[in-house]
């Protein structure tokens, strides 16, 4: 079995964590955890718990592993199958609740829900696909 490098999930690292701090990584030598918050659709500065867990994971230290390990070519990113995994979970979920909302005759409070899940699943997966991509900026707008 291959060395765990430093930016793979570590034992006990939440999935939800790992997926932003895959997020974290693609962001490049400009990369923050207001960025990562932003990107996924939060506005201002990320959460205090954010910054918790991201000094808790060591994001910082295992991002600069990752960075002095050099750029890989994108067929051979270690990163791909991992942020792959993440958009198929993405649309997965999209799925689901249209699935969902379709079958509805009128909505109520819990429909409410499921459609703001549906808005946070669509903006995660834009930016799980423009980061995937190497796109500096994510414009994502719902009118």
């Given at each position: 079995m291959a060395e765990p490098k430093p930016w793979d999930r570590l034992p006990g690292e939440k999935?939800?964590?790992?997926?932003?701090?895959?997020?974290?990584?693609?962001?490049?030598?400009?990369?923050?955890?207001?960025?990562?918050w932003q990107h996924?659709?939060?506005?201002?500065?990320?959460?205090t718990s954010w910054h918790q867990a991201a000094q808790s994971y060591n994001w910082?230290?295992?991002?600069?592993?990752?960075?002095?390990?050099?750029?890989?070519?994108?067929?051979?990113?270690?990163?791909?199958?991992?942020?792959?995994?993440l958009a198929i979970r993405a649309l997965r979920i999209i799925d689901r609740e249209i699935t969902r909302l379709?079958?509805?005759?009128e909505l109520k409070?819990?429909?409410?829900?499921?459609?703001s899940?549906?808005?946070?699943?669509?903006?995660?997966l834009g930016a799980i696909s423009t980061i995937a991509h190497?796109?500096?900026?994510?414009?994502v707008k719902f009118d």
């Open positions: 999935p939800e964590w790992y997926q932003r701090f895959l997020i974290y990584l693609r962001l490049g030598p400009d990369r923050s955890v207001d960025a990562v996924l659709g939060g506005r201002g500065p990320a959460p910082e230290e295992r991002a600069k592993a990752y960075d002095e390990a050099g750029q890989p070519d994108a067929r051979e990113d270690p990163l791909l199958p991992s942020i792959n995994e379709e079958s509805l005759p409070d819990s429909d409410v829900a499921r459609l899940r549906l808005v946070r699943a669509l903006r995660y190497g796109e500096e900026e994510i414009v």
